[in-house]
Nanobody
Framework: QPRLVESGGGLVQPGGSLRLSCVASGFSLNDYGIAWFRQAPGKEREGVSAISNTGGATNYASFVKGRFAISRDNAKNTVYLQMNSLKPEDTAAYYC????????????????????WGHGTQVTVSS
């Protein structure tokens, strides 16, 4: 059964770093674009970053640009989100999602229909 599992969340002080992982099982990520989303309590879900199926194209929301980096290792069926210079406003549950999108030239849009979703990992930034 296809699934995505996120890990790497936790409690970190402002200015700290975390690396989230999203591991796929039951299917190959080779033809899937991946996006990270987040949702804070009382707020709508928002797109954070996305990556094309081969990793050659990425995009970032303005509020994380320059601080977060998305990458992938298709041999490990895994996508990563390196988060640096974390701020309290980055506190949220982070989700990865996969959409069938075998276009290596661009990353999927956050508004696309995503085929698979993980259950999320909590990131809390607090002193």
């Amino acid at each position: 059964q296809p699934r995505l599992v996120e890990s790497g969340g936790g409690l970190v002080q402002p200015g700290g770093s975390l690396r989230l992982s999203c591991v796929a099982s039951g299917f190959s990520l080779n033809d899937y674009g991946i996006a990270w989303f987040r949702q804070a309590p009382g707020k709508e879900r928002e797109g954070v970053s996305a990556i094309s199926n081969t990793g050659g194209a990425t995009n970032y929301a303005s509020f994380v640009k320059g601080r977060f980096a998305i990458s992938r290792d298709n041999a490990k069926n895994t996508v990563y989100l390196q988060m640096n210079s974390l701020k309290p406003e980055d506190t949220a549950a982070y989700y990865c999602a996969a959409t069938f999108f075998p276009d290596h030239s661009k990353a999927p849009e956050y508004g696309y229909e995503y085929d698979y979703w993980g259950h999320g990992t909590q990131v809390t930034v607090s002193s």
